[in-house]
Nanobody, 117 residues
């Protein structure tokens, strides 16, 4: 069965850091594009970062220079290192994987990140 399991969210002070992890089960994710988006109530969903199977990355302007996406293909895991966190980064963060095997996008369950003093 295909499953994406997220972890690493929580409460952090402004200026602090968190690292989110998203581990995929199943096959075919070594060649999948993976990434993260976030959702804040009352606001449009925002794509944060994406990484290709070869390691090419792209970031939203709102997080560029503060967040870093990476992946470990041997573990079918994608990470989001979040530094210099701001209150406006507060959101539910979701990971996704686009698997070429079935041309389907799989989603994690979401993890809450709260940045507050």
């Amino acid at each position: 069965q295909v499953q994406l399991v997220e972890s690493g969210g929580g409460l952090v002070q402004p200026g602090g850091s968190l690292r989110l992890s998203c581990a995929a089960s199943g096959t075919g994710f070594g060649v999948a594009a993976m990434g993260w988006y976030r959702q804040t109530p009352g606001k449009q969903r925002e794509l944060i970062a994406v990484i290709s199977s070869g390691g090419t990355t792209n970031y939203a302007g709102s997080v560029k220079g503060r967040f870093t996406i990476s992946r470990d293909n041997a573990k079918n895991t994608v990470y989001l290192q979040m530094n210099s966190l701001k209150p406006e980064d507060t959101a539910v963060y979701y990971c996704y994987a686009r698997r070429p095997l079935d041309e389907h996008t799989y989603w994690g369950q979401g993890t809450q990140v709260t940045v507050s003093s």
